[in-house]
């Protein structure tokens, strides 16, 4: 698969698995707990969706995969690739304007943002 510009493409679940990974690797089912906290339960993946999800991260290299830590040899870890921190910065800066163009508009309480 070809490398994408960064951003670019990014579904709702991949941009969140990304912000998800932003503090370390971590395990599959560690991401969608994470991704619901940060959402407030806005998003609640399920298992399938999020291993396709990383599965096209991992191919299109905004993730790498590493062995197991600890005891459970079926647990794999995933963390950012310096191209998978520059998607989630671009896309972090795509959302921030989004929210001043929306609060701009009205659309949303200037509290919110």
């Known amino acids: 698969m070809t490398p994408r510009q960064p951003a670019e493409n990014l579904t709702p679940l991949s941009a969140a ?52 830590k600890g005891g459970d040899a079926r647990r794999r870890y995933y963390r950012l690739t310096e191209q998978g921190r520059q998607s989630a910065r671009a896309e972090a800066r795509r959302l921030a304007n989004l929210v001043k163009v929306a609060s701009a508009k009205r659309l949303i309480p200037r509290s919110a943002t």
Request: overall charge negative.
């Open 17 to 68: 698995i990304l912000f998800a990974l932003a503090d370390g690797a971590s395990h599959g089912y560690a991401i969608i707990r994470e991704i619901e906290r940060l959402t407030e339960g806005e998003m609640r993946p399920n298992t399938g969706s999020t291993y396709l999800a990383l599965h096209r991260l991992l191919e299109e290299g905004l993730i790498s995969e590493s062995e197991t």
